[in-house]
């Protein structure tokens, strides 16, 4: 039991971290008016992986460095979890007090790249009101958390697999 409790307290402790860490990033964006940028967005998948392979190797080396699969997928979800938690917090507190006017420039910025790729009139307008209808606070809120536990068992089940290590005896 008590091991048990030491996993979820790192695995919770290693989630605030690496949600910190999501969070400071988007701030940076923020400030540096680059939130809006596609690619730097996609770093955020490189933070989660990364953070998830320190959490689950904390764990393996403070347990004398074996880990289970079952420890390292524990450790890896909770971890992304937690994390997820705090950055959707912040994304709720950014889309309605930091920047009311976030949602409009998603879709100005969607409008500019549909421009770029020539894309007919008439399916922009289809496009822009799937926009309107998908990026709600609520259901970016929710699209937010549901993504983060899909892709986070995804990257929990990857890391568990490829930093599984059991105590093996050797017996001469």
Partial sequence: MERNLSLLKSSVTSGVILGLVLVIYAVILFIMGLWLNTWLGF?????????????????????????????????????????????????????????????????????????????????????????KESTTVSKTIINGLLYSAIFGAIIALITAAAMKKDKTVTEF
């Fill in 43 to 131: 770093a955020n998948f490189a933070f989660l992986i990364g953070g998830t392979i320190w959490a689950v190797r904390t764990v393996r080396a403070a347990q004398g460095g074996s880990i289970t699969f079952g420890q390292a997928f524990f450790t890896g979800f909770i971890t992304i979890i937690v994390s997820s938690l705090i950055s959707t917090a912040y994304n709720a507190l950014f889309y309605t007090v930091i920047n009311p006017d976030a949602i409009e420039q998603v879709i100005a910025k969607s409008v500019e790249m549909m421009e770029g790729f020539n894309v007919p009139e008439e399916a922009m307008e289809e496009a822009i009101e799937k926009i």
